[in-house]
């Protein structure tokens, strides 16, 4: 998505929301429209954006695995325990809120497994790499 189509989603969203109105958005536009939110660390928002999304979209993984990250964001940790393994949980960003969650509930233990099983897969990257260390 270009630089350009951004900030017109993030437009389009806040007149949707001003007006009151509904329009359309595929789910990967909502993530952007949540992610131009977070980089303000505006979670709140971003959680917002997440929750109308699944409304549009409510079987939408990648949603909801946003949803658990945004509710842990906002420290709501119990809720964003129930999201998380409510839905099937084997994407990098679902393990990666798993584990944050077992260091959370002091298990430390399951959180290294967690962590150790995504740095030996195939989805080993420099980023993946700085998201563990910033846990």
Known sequence: MSEDKRPELLIRYEQMVKDHANYY??????????YQYEIRDLYQKALEVIE????MHPGSMSLGIKRAKYLLCLD?????EKQIYSIPHDSVDAVLICAELSFIQANGEQAISLLS???????????????????
């Open 76 to 80: 709501c940790v119990e809720e964003a």
């Open 25 to 34: 958005f595929d789910a990967d536009d909502l993530e952007e429209i949540a």
């Open 117 to 135: 099983s995504l740095l030996s897969s195939d989805e080993m990257s420099v980023d993946l790499c700085f998201d563990i260390i910033d846990m």
């Open 52 to 55: 109308r999304g699944l409304s």
